[in-house]
């Protein structure tokens, strides 16, 4: 006890801070999301996303070598396609956005890791993450036949050369309909980063605006999780994304999950666990620095910095760049 005890002696040399420092960020630990539409030398500004831009392949192409050059771990790329129906069928199509997308990412930067996003709602003119139907007398996503069209976009990604899929539609059975698909098609090397537990929230509203894909009738709650639910039912969604054959499992939103980021890093010691700060996390903090109220770069370490800590291995960040560059600064 005090006296004796001085913690601060931690804290009266800058190297005995960075000395005693557990939780450390690396650039090679973020995802970048990325937006990509058709067209040529298009780059179409995120109202909401400050820093962030819908782009056209070539443009995007660009982003991917900046990013491969600041040692980022990956890219995540999201399609909007040209038409939207209700099936979503551009993301079925090998001559789809998003196929035409990894191609020319493959092409210009052949060694950065390219995960592709496998849902509906940003090629469905519904906005909904699959098939419509009311046999619930909701309408509501359609469970089962959904699955069939996770699979065909997961081979569509694969055959253009992703190097990782990443379904996110909260659809049950969607991780083993991907693997079945993949590994009948030749693709038993490819991983499932899986959007395991993920809540119906608020956060993604800035999204939903660079993707386009605010459903056009109702919510997502009949499908992501409820943030009031009990948090071990986030546990129960991981452990049956694992047993279909998750490779890596996602908590997400990421700052108002910290406590299920820490359970989950606890409950399954060696999976690699992800968390996407989403849009509204980084939105946010944007709008208030746009002000003056914040300092951003502090503001997002710190924050990347509590995922790290809370047990999150990999990060979805629309900071990634920024924040590899701040990271070569100190
Ligand atoms: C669905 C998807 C969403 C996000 C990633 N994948 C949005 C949603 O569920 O509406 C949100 C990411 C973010 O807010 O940054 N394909």
Excluded at 73 to 81: A, D, E, K, S
Excluded at 180 to 208: N, Q, T, V, W
Aim: glycine share 10%; net charge negative; charged share 25%.
């Amino acid at each position: 006890m005090f006296p004796t005890t001085r913690l601060r002696r931690l804290r009266y040399h800058p190297a005995v801070r960075e000395l005693t420092r557990e939780t450390r960020l690396s650039s090679s630990n973020f995802i970048l999301p990325l937006f990509v539409r058709p067209g040529k030398n298009l780059r179409e500004p995120i109202a909401a996303m400050p820093g962030h831009d819908q782009m056209s392949p070539d443009l995007l192409v660009e982003k991917i070598r900046e990013a491969a050059e600041l040692g980022v771990g990956g890219v995540i790329l999201f399609g909007i396609p040209a038409e939207k129906d209700a099936r979503g069928s551009d993301a079925m199509s090998d001559e789809g956005i998003i196929a035409q997308a990894v191609r020319a990412a493959k092409q210009a930067a052949p060694g950065m890791l390219i995960i592709t996003d496998v849902c509906c709602c940003e090629y469905t003119d519904h906005g909904h993450c699959g098939i419509i139907g009311d046999s619930t007398g909701r309408m509501d996503v359609e469970n089962d036949p959904t699955l069939e069209l996770l699979a065909r976009q997961a081979l569509v990604q694969a055959r253009a050369g992703a190097d990782m899929v990443a379904p996110s539609g909260m659809i049950d059975g969607m991780v083993g309909a991907i693997r079945e698909a993949l590994d009948g098609a030749g693709f038993s090397h490819l991983p499932i980063m899986s959007y395991a537990a993920k809540y119906a929230s608020a956060f993604y509203g800035p999204f939903r605006e660079a993707a386009e894909s605010a459903p056009q009738f109702g919510n997502r709650r009949g499908y992501q999780m409820d943030p009031a639910a009990a948090a071990g039912q986030a546990m129960r969604e991981i452990e049956l994304d694992l047993i279909e054959g998750a490779d890596i499992v996602m908590v997400k939103p990421a700052l108002p999950y910290l406590d299920i980021i820490r359970m989950a890093g606890e409950r399954f010691p060696g999976v690699p666990l992800a968390a996407y700060n989403v849009s509204g996390e980084y939105s946010m903090v944007k709008a208030a620095a746009e002000r003056g109220w914040i300092d951003e770069k502090q503001v997002a370490v710190e924050s990347l910095t509590a995922i790290r800590r809370a047990g999150a291995g990999i990060i979805l960040t629309y900071w990634a760049l920024d924040a590899a560059r701040w990271l070569a600064e100190i």
